[in-house]
């Protein structure tokens, strides 16, 4: 019987506030033996936060000796800007890319890469990397029809991406009429599923406001029992993560890939009653 994969992606640090949870997320990653780690970075930003994203990937890579996984948006980014961090993802050892679109920011002049695709095909040419995309299992909020949906998503894997990760979801449901989708379109590159475990109204907020990413009738039923208890509410959030991921595991997916939040203590919970 295949075994499902586990993976994680941390946050670097953007406020001195967050440095603590990340510096402990760090210390906790050799012990919950991931696949890989990815490490977000968004589009369009600075140089110094590029660093703070490639000075992670090298601990990852080299320090604890886990598979490192770097994000790359490429909309805000250049041919000669893709190329300088690829040089700095080598000379680190990393050879796993996620190449994703970026959000869109009005005020910024976008650059070489208007989508996924484009910075995949530009990737692949290096020759030397591992290139995963991102998949949106209730549709992405731009996307005009499920037809246009598969149509990016042959595009991500004719421009070399070997792997998928879902953005979150909330009903399992979805995943299953989406993975029915994609395959009966012939695309049959493995597909890793993404969790996040709702630690605070905050977070949902965000997800469903910024991101439009739908909620099950389950969490608004967490959202009405617990929005006005913080700590009852993370705690029902991770258990929710817990019974989501084993429903998942029932399922059979291929990879289960968890938003760390880069809260060690969450992850040691979920990853204890899941995978053990």
Partial sequence: MPTTSFSLEIVPPSRPEAISAYQEM???LPALAPESVAVT???GQAETTKEASLTALGIIQNQLMLPAVAHLPGLYE????ISQFLDELASR?????MALRGEVQPEKAIGDFPHASDLANFINRFGSFDIVGASYPARHPESSSWVAELLGLQHKVDAGMSQLITQVFFDNQIYDNFIHRIRQAGINIPV????MPLLSQHLVDNLTHNMGIPLSHRVNQLITKYGNDPQAFRQAGIQYAIDQINELLAMGVEGIHLFTMNDADATKQIKSATFG
């Fill in 26 to 28: 760090l210390v906790e």
């Fill in 93 to 97: 050892r990393v050879t796993k890319v």
């Fill in 41 to 43: 970075l968004g589009a």
């Fill in 192 to 195: 890793t599923v993404g969790v």
């Fill in 78 to 81: 250049t041919k000669a800007s």
